[in-house]
């Protein structure tokens, strides 16, 4: 039994060591939020047309993606960050305007679904 014991217990401290080393599990995630976005159609971008929507931080895309105005455009976004909208490289709004709507801070036009529908693979 001693002989088991002699050779457990290095096991049982690097794996200690290990443990530590790693956290345990690893880093926590970044905690996200989703936000999400509607556009009114206008003259300039009328209904159906075909849009680039990107998420900005400090200069930084954190998510961007083409939908046709007035669809919803939704993606996670790192939470409580200053997130700038642009559409086709015009900025649009912030997420400072945004409401939150359901499951998201949505920025939504008029004529736009009340609450986004954030559970698709609209992304």
């Given amino acids: ?4 014991r002699a ?3 290095p096991v049982l401290v690097a794996a200690a060591l290990l443990a ?5 599990g690893g880093e926590a995630p970044d905690p996200r939020e989703r936000l999400a976005v509607c556009l009114t159609p206008t003259a300039e971008r009328p209904a159906g047309k075909q849009v680039r929507i990107e998420f900005r931080t400090a ?3 954190v ?3 083409s939908i046709p105005v007035g ?3 939704h993606a996670p976004i790192p939470a409580g960050a200053d997130i700038e909208v642009y559409v086709d490289g015009s900025l649009v709004g912030d997420s400072g305007s945004a409401h939150v709507a359901g ?3 949505y920025l939504r036009g008029e004529g736009c679904p009340e ?3 954030v559970d698709d693979d609209v992304e």
Avoid: S
Wanted: aromatic content about 4%; hydrophobic content about 55%; charged content about 15%.
């Fill in 7 to 9: 050779r457990l217990v």
């Fill in 59 to 61: 200069g930084k895309m």
């Fill in 1 to 4: 039994m001693a002989a088991v």
């Fill in 71 to 73: 669809n919803v455009f």
């Fill in 103 to 105: 499951e998201a801070l």
């Fill in 20 to 24: 530590a080393a790693g956290g345990c």
């Fill in 63 to 65: 998510a961007g993606g």
């Fill in 115 to 117: 609450i986004p529908d």
